[in-house]
T-cell receptor, first 115, second 113 residues
Framework: DTGVSQNPRHKITKRGQNVTFRCDPI?????LYWYRQTLGQGPEFLTY????????KSRLLSDRFSAERPKGSFSTLEIQRTEQGDSAMYLC?????????????FGAGSRLTVL | GNSVTQMEGPVTLSEEAFLTINCTYT??????LFWYVQYPGEGLQLLLK?????DKGSNKGFEATYRKETTSFHLEKGSVQVSDSAVYFC????????????FGTGTKLQVIP
């Protein structure tokens, strides 16, 4: 599979619970990005990995959020003590080539609903 | 910092009408510019890109020209179809060593038969 795979596709949880999302990126790329998209808005950058190293975190990523990429392959994004404001689509992306230029290819996303 | 401003939607057009979705940007240096599309129930897909001034990106009948003097990257299509109904996002990435992308808020397009 040459695409970016994310699961679960949908998660409904109660406020205060922990949730974890997984991303399996395009296999040959060492970079991986997480974005968040809320209703009616464009995606916003959360964090970025180069292999297993997390190189940048947005201020949107509060202490309740943690992302990992063990062994530089798949990545997980965990949200602890979820709040209703965490409800969003969480997107993972890998760099790919488009007409000779590097661009981002996104997965279908994991939609989180916090009740 | 970088930012992208695009026209608010929704935009409703009849089939075969001409489409323009305006996009302007603020960035330091010489960013790459993109249009992404999100069809109902699907993920983000890259529609077209331009990497330097005066470049024209094109795909599926859509076009956009990188205008550095006006910091714009307007999306156009000569004749829209019902299947073009989607949300369109203008975006940019700087050349800071990795492809961090900044998106606009999106413009919803609805094409009616």
């Amino acid at each position: 599979d040459t695409g970016v795979s994310q699961n679960p596709r949908h998660k409904i949880t109660k406020r205060g619970q922990n949730v974890t999302f997984r991303c399996d990126p395009i296999s040959e790329h060492n970079r991986l990005y997480w974005y968040r998209q809320t209703l009616g808005q464009g995606p916003e950058f959360l964090t970025y990995f180069q292999n297993e190293a997390q190189l940048e975190k947005s201020r949107l990523l509060s202490d309740r959020f943690s992302a990992e990429r063990p062994k530089g392959s798949f990545s997980t994004l965990e949200i602890q003590r979820t709040e209703q404001g965490d409800s969003a689509m969480y997107l993972c992306a890998s760099p790919t080539s488009f007409s000779g230029a590097n661009v981002l290819t996104f997965g279908a996303g994991s939609r989180l609903t916090v009740l | 910092g970088n930012s992208v401003t695009q026209m608010e939607g929704p935009v409703t057009l009849s089939e075969e009408a001409f489409l323009t979705i305006n996009c302007t940007y603020t960035a330091t240096g010489y960013p790459s510019l993109f249009w992404y599309v999100q069809y109902p129930g699907e993920g983000l897909q890259l529609l077209l890109k331009a990497t330097k001034a005066d470049d024209k990106g094109s795909n599926k009948g859509f076009e956009a020209t990188y205008r550095k003097e006006t910091t714009s990257f307007h999306l156009e299509k000569g004749s829209v179809q019902v299947s073009d109904s989607a949300v369109y996002f203008c975006a940019l990435s700087d050349h800071g060593g990795y492809q961090k992308v900044t998106f606009g808020t999106g413009t919803k397009l609805q094409v009616i038969p």
